[in-house]
């Protein structure tokens, strides 16, 4: 019997949250099903344990994608009373890029949700993973971890026959994942044409199914798991559009959508549905084929009417749809400026938050919205136009919870605004580098700004349905919410790719000089790797407490962020260039060997050729990695110099920026 889990409205709004995570590059968004945590043990951070289950998930991060079968188990601490056993699958449909994409979110959700507990099993649409105390791969017990989540929208008549389908449908999954694929994994549909009518007013006449077993049980092993769960349907999902079984050893789901990719392995037709009477008209008389031919002709008349509301609905939502994709590059989701001006109290120097090379950006307040952020193009910009229109169909198109979340835009006469959700704690550069304020950043909490930049990167180079090169990466473009989740933001210099086009060379040099990497700033060359350069000289700063654009003292034997690093890397004392509040720190066991692990990244990603920087799905791996052994070795970076004094401005590296768009930061609250 599967076990139903009532989730809190705070849950709920995680999972909402997380669906929006990734967008693979078919175009449908990870979504995050549900998590299970055992709240009947617990373990503190910092511990062995707590080790062991991150190095537990690195592993399975890094392992699964490359088996055959994307299915993995690893175990670690062996013999001791802090071991730890784990177990990843991804479903049978995924690549290897969307395999570690889905793992590398499960961490975020095992180590918030379910923090502490120390057996977790976290469900997205495309993998799953489960790391415990005990020894659960021993013992394919399916019901251990079970959760049934049924759709809400249900079937509103006939829904007996729409259920007996479903049921035929996973019965022939069930077969062919048992007996005729090696990955224990079966897609297929099942066509009715008589159809259904659902609560949502459209004809259901396709049925989607899924089932997966995991790739090391026998072929009678996988079919007996999958077939209790069959058994189990009509108690959880009678009369419902759409359920699911999460669970570790076998796991079901059916749509009456396509959510899954590739030709379906089994495709079934459902047979006509038959008069309880069982008349024809080879055998009736013809007063009763009279009437037949009435009631068919009626029913003809009726389906014709319902089929005839149907296309016209879906007309009118494909107008809808183009229409708004039409608004958005003409400037929709508009505010009236009045209510701006009045959210804002008139742009009142008490609500600035700051100013950047856009503009001025202002804190309001919207009865319906809440607390907002609006970015005021500056009047005497000659480009801020061009941007606002790049930023708007970039971040209108955008969802994830590393990016900031645009609301609306508001054009009229001089006056150019962009509506975003309100962060109180504002940009990372306004606490990073304040002496006083910067102690609000823990390791634990800066770990977590570069692990949720590394993601939203990640999102726009792979994840999204157009890859999105940023171009202007920097502490100021890194909003914080309330829990110091980071939100990349600022989208007017982005860059868009599409199709395979990965690189490109480009006239028109933007960004902020220290963040842009040499082969963009020098020859214009355009790649995702740029903003990896970026990123890396963010972890730098992030781990130092230091702007990269600092002087350092005379006596140092390097003049920027980068030689000072390099020059301490190279010495064998990379802890020395610390921030000296993280010195101070308590527990210094793992936050140093995460210091480590994050200087040697950031290293990585500076490198001076782009093929030498990892990709950002290799960041996310690395930084859950424990073991950083089989990390590459860095080379000296790009852009470092020696400390030589009376240097001008008449080198050829400064003659070459020089000539270039180059924007400098002023770092005030945004």
């Known amino acids: 019997m599967a076990t139903r889990v009532l989730l809190s409205s705070k849950v709920i709004l995680a999972l909402v949250l997380a669906s929006l995570f990734s967008l693979p590059r078919h175009g449908r968004a990870l979504e995050l099903m549900n998590w299970s945590c055992n709240n009947g043990s617990a373990y503190a951070a910092n511990t062995t344990y707590d080790t062991n289950v991150h190095s537990i998930l690195a592993t399975l991060t890094a392992r699964t994608p490359n088996t055959t079968t994307g299915f993995a188990t690893a175990t670690t601490g062996r013999g001791t009373d802090t071991e730890a056993w784990g177990l990843a699958l991804c479903r049978g449909d995924t690549d290897r890029v969307g395999c570690a994409s889905c793992l590398a979110a499960v961490p975020a959700v095992a180590f918030n949700e379910c923090r502490g507990d120390m057996d977790v099993t976290v469900f997205y649409d495309r993998c799953l993973a489960r790391f415990s105390y005990v020894d659960f791969t021993a013992r394919p017990d399916n019901t251990e971890v079970l959760i049934g989540s049924p759709s809400a929208d249900r079937i509103t008549a006939d829904a007996g026959h729409f259920d007996a389908l479903v049921a035929d449908l996973a019965g022939a999954l069930a077969d062919w994942a048992a007996y005729n694929s090696t990955l224990r994994y079966a897609a297929g549909v099942m066509t009715s044409g008589d159809g259904f009518m659902s609560t949502t007013e459209d004809m259901v006449h396709n049925i989607y199914g899924v089932v997966q077993c995991t790739p090391d049980q026998a072929a009678a092993a996988c079919r007996a798991c999958l077939e209790a769960l069959r058994v189990d349907m009509p108690k959880v999902f009678a009369g419902k559009m759409g359920g699911r079984f999460n669970a570790v050893w076998c796991n079901l789901r059916y749509e009456t959508f396509v959510f899954f990719d590739g030709d379906p392995s089994v495709k079934l037709v459902a047979p006509p549905v038959v008069p309880e009477d069982g008349m024809n008209f080879a055998s009736s008389s013809p007063e009763n084929a009279a009437a037949v031919v009435g009631a068919v002709l009626g029913a003809l008349v009726i389906l014709l009417s319902l089929f005839i509301i149907y296309l016209w609905k879906k007309l009118q939502a494909k107008q809808l749809s183009y229409a708004a994709d039409k ?26 938050l700051g100013h950047g090379g856009f503009g001025a950006v202002y804190k309001g307040f919207l009865p319906d919205v809440g607390e907002i952020a609006v970015k005021r193009l500056d009047r005497t910009s000659g480009q801020g136009l061009e941007q606002l229109r790049n930023e708007l169909l970039l971040v209108a198109k955008l969802r994830h919870n590393n990016l900031a979340k645009l609301l609306g835009v508001c054009i009229k006469g001089d006056e150019k605004l962009l509506v975003y959700e309100f962060l109180p704690n504002r940009s990372l550069d306004t606490i990073l580098f304040d002496p006083q304020k910067r102690e609000q950043l823990s390791w634990e909490t800066r770990y977590q700004i570069i692990h949720g930049t590394a993601r939203g990167l990640l999102y726009l180079h792979e994840d999204s349905q157009i890859k999105i090169i940023h171009r202007d990466l920097k502490a100021s473009n890194v909003l914080l919410d309330s829990n110091m989740n980071p939100k990349i933001s600022d989208f007017g210099l982005a860059r868009l790719f599409s199709g395979t086009k990965t690189t490109s060379i480009t006239s028109q040099v933007v960004g902020t000089l220290g963040y842009m990497a040499p082969e963009y700033a020098v020859l214009g060359h355009l790649s995702v790797k740029v903003d990896v350069y970026s990123f890396g000289i963010l972890v730098l700063e992030i781990v130092t407490g230091r702007r990269n654009t600092d002087v350092f003292d005379a006596d140092e034997e390097s003049s920027n962020l980068l030689s000072y690093v390099w020059d301490h890397w190279q010495k064998g004392i990379p802890l020395e260039i610390t921030d000296t509040l993280l010195l101070l720190s308590g527990s210094r066991g793992l936050q140093d060997m995460e210091l480590l692990k994050c200087v040697h990244i950031g290293l990585l990603c500076v490198q001076e050729n782009p093929a030498d920087r990892p990709t950002m799905l290799s960041v996310l791996v690395m930084l859950q990695d424990i073991d950083t052994t089989n990390f590459a070795a860095p080379s000296k970076p790009a852009f470092t110099f020696a400390n030589v004094r009376n240097t001008t401005s008449s080198s050829p590296s400064a003659a070459a920026l020089s000539a270039n768009e180059v924007s400098i930061s002023e770092f005030h609250p945004r």
């Not at 400026?337 to 009142?348: D, G, V």
């Open 327 to 352: 608004d958005v590059d003409s400037g929709s989701l508009l505010f009236d400026l009045a209510i701006i001006r009045k959210a804002t109290a008139n742009f009142a120097e008490h609500n600035k």
